[in-house]
Nanobody
Framework: QLQLVESGGGLVQPGGSLRLSCAAS????????IGWFRQAPGKEREGVSC???????YYADSLKGRFTISRENDNDTVRLQLNSLKPEDTAIYYC?????????????????WGQGTQVTVSS
């Protein structure tokens, strides 16, 4: 059974860093595109980043330079490095997979989702 489990969230001060992980099971993640989304209270879910099966990476324009997505094939994990965090980055972060090689900006095109991990940026 295909499953995604996020981890690595927590409370961090502004300017700090976190590394989120998305552990995949039940499928081989390097054959599919895997994305990260986030949802803050009262706001719609928004795309953060995605890594396609060929390794191409995509980022929301507002986050370029602060977040980095990577894939670790040995242990079927996709990571999202969050640097220079701001209070407005506070949200639940979700990873999701498309059963295909290409990334999408649209959450509805993703087939499976993890349960999310909370990121809180506050002093």
């Amino acid at each position: 059974q295909l499953q995604l489990v996020e981890s690595g969230g927590g409370l961090v001060q502004p300017g700090g860093s976190l590394r989120l992980s998305c552990a995949a099971s039940g499928f081989t993640p390097d054959y599919y595109a895997i994305g990260w989304f986030r949802q803050a209270p009262g706001k719609e879910r928004e795309g953060v980043s995605c890594i396609a099966s060929d390794g191409r990476t995509y980022y929301a324009d507002s986050l370029k330079g602060r977040f980095t997505i990577s894939r670790e094939n040995d242990n079927d994990t996709v990571r999202l490095q969050l640097n220079s965090l701001k209070p407005e980055d506070t949200a639940i972060y979700y990873c999701a997979v498309i059963r295909g090689p290409v990334c999408s900006d649209f959450p509805e095109e993703y087939d499976y989702w993890g349960q999310g991990t909370q990121v809180t940026v506050s002093s």
